[in-house]
């Protein structure tokens, strides 16, 4: 694991709205990551799936309450 990737993931979750689970995930963590310098597989496998689970809601929900700013369909 990159640290550099850790530090990048993790500072992208903490401005996300995390539900207590998460929350207390990502400190746990970031508690063993400081301690042991990495993570195992299955830390790193969760950490990458509610990353990708909040980019794709932030995609999601945007798109959705603010068409005007998606691609336009008068460009057709």
Not at 9 to 18: F, N
Not at 28 to 44: A, D, I, M, N, P
Not at 66 to 71: D, E, I, L, T
Request: hydrophobic share 35%.
């Amino acid at each position: 694991m990159d640290q550099d990737r850790f530090k990048t993931v993790v500072s992208l979750l903490e401005q996300e709205e995390l539900t207590l689970r998460e929350r207390k995930f990502l400190e746990g963590v970031r508690t063993y990551f400081l301690k042991h310098s990495e993570l195992t597989e299955q830390q790193w496998s969760i950490l990458e799936g509610v990353y990708r689970e909040k980019l794709w809601m932030r995609k999601t929900f945007f798109t959705r309450n603010n068409p005007s700013k998606g691609p336009s369909s008068r460009a057709l």
